[in-house]
């Protein structure tokens, strides 16, 4: 019946709904560094059958192919795509890219983080807290794991590629290693959740992090005085909402064409 | 009884069904892999020839007409929908003929499901699974493919994987002689009957890394019909009450006792 028109009809508005929000999140994470672009991936939905191919009819002919009738359409699930940003050159000494695979680990609220109190991310804008520990420059100053204290001291920061903090200190003319970056790799990132400010923290879908020094293992190196853009791309993102904006008016459309074939019902009796 | 009524009333019912099919067809218009049916209407037999019971004496003048209208079963659009890029590692599409494979349920045959829809993940065990459903993609020997950490990642237009230079798997491209033996299951897969999958083939189709197959629903075909299915229920639906008003004239005023 024409119920089942209007339901798919509803079932596309609502899933191109959420498209839209992962579209219009997208386009206003155009310019936070460290953002990945999410999409919405969808599902045809169930199939009513109405007949099942192979049955017989009186003659013993076998119906060949069978009959069924859609319901619809459902968001199966949202998709982080992990490619690489552009790297932004800022000159910041506390500024790091991950060139590659890879995740910085910070501390956070256990209830954030399913009890680990630790969550991933690749915006790597750090800075110095109070009391010299390297943490991201934001108003929250999560501090990043393993945790190192820079020395007051210190006139020049220098993280190699591979992870090592070097300090150069007026009384020291060897540059000085106060410790090592680590970074943690997952082997589904796609699995990680979102928690806002540029975090993620690990999950079943996830797997366990691998933890360990930059470069190695198939980790990205770092670069430091860089920060990596957003991966949005634009033009992607707005024809995207093009073509869903479009998608709905078709589904408005549908959903008016039953309920006037409904309406046709409801008046037959006069 | 009035024929006509019956008859009027079966080409209603098709519209309608015509209506939902495409409005199906419309509402998954942005979903990936997505292969639109077809619907098309033969004319019924009257009952007695339809079942066979000619023993049974019947009305001549009225089987001619037949009994009006019967949905015929669909047919699935296997068209090549437009390759859209993605970029991304493991947005897989196909060009030409072919379906991945993938199964529901540990290694049961019956559990094999066919779909156009590349866009795979890794799950916790790093194996290459379906984004939307998490169900394992097959490679040529019917097994799972696992995916190791590393950069290099490269798939072949064979759907053989690589990482850097070292072969890791060659995911299965499969294709079946008669397309109308697979069963639209939703979530984007095919159901393929015992037969289909025995004599299934490698596929001519090649796959495509970095691109994702658009949805094979043309909007304005798709919109079409559900406007004229909807009309041509209206139609019926109208007839129906054209004859409805007839029986009421026979009844109320030709049947009226002076």
Known sequence: MAINALQSGASGLSALNTSLDVIANNLANLNTPGFKAGRANFQDLLYVEKAQPGVENAIGDQRPTGLYVGLGVKVSGTQSNFT?????????????????????????????????????????AFTLNSEGQIALANDRGRRLLPEVTIPPNAERVEISSDGRILIKTPDNTEPLEVGTLELAGFVNPAGLKQIGENLFVETRASGAPQTGQPGTEGRGRLMQGFLESS???????????????????????????????????????? | MNYGLYISASGALTA???????????????????????????????????????????????????????????????????????????????????FFVTRTDGTNIDSIRLTRDGRFTRDARGRLVTAGSGLPVLDTTNDTI??????????????????????????????????????????????????????????????????????????????????SAGREFETNMQLIAQQDRLMERAINTLGRTA
């Open chain 1, 84 to 124: 690489q940003g552009a790297p932004m050159a800022t000159g910041e000494q506390f500024d790091l890219l991950i060139d590659g695979q890879g995740f910085f680990r910070v501390t956070v609220e256990n209830e954030l983080s399913g009890g680990t109190g630790i969550a991933y991310t690749r915006a790597g």
């Open chain 2, 146 to 227: 696992r995916i190791p950490d590393g950069p290099g990642l490269r798939i072949e237009g064979d759907g053989s994987i690589f990482m850097g230079e070292r072969f890791i798997a060659r995911i299965q491209v499969t294709d079946v002689l008669d397309r109308a033996q697979l069963t639209k299951e939703g979530h984007s897969l095919f159901r393929p009957t015992a037969a289909a999958l025995d004599a299934r083939f490698g596929a001519s189709g090649s796959v495509r890394q970095g691109f994702i197959e658009r949805s094979g629903t043309d909007p304005f075909r798709a919109m079409m019909a559900t406007t």
């Open chain 2, 16 to 98: 309608m069904y015509r209506q939902d099919v495409h409005a199906n067809n419309l509402a998954n218009l942005d979903t990936v892999g997505f292969k639109p049916d077809f619907t098309a209407t033969l004319q019924r037999l009257s009952a007695r020839q339809e079942d066979g019971l000619t023993h049974l004496p019947g009305d001549a003048m009225l089987e001619r007409l037949g009994g009006g209208a019967l949905m015929a079963p669909n047919r699935v659009g296997f068209g090549q929908g437009s390759l859209d890029n993605t970029g991304q590692p493991f947005d897989l599409a196909i060009q030409g003929d072919g």
């Open chain 1, 231 to 270: 991966n949005v791309d634009p033009t992607r993102e707005l024809i995207e909402l093009i073509r869903t904006q479009r998608a709905y008016e078709f589904n408005s459309q549908s959903i008016r064409a039953a309920d006037e074939a409904l309406r046709t019902v409801s008046q037959i009796r006069r």
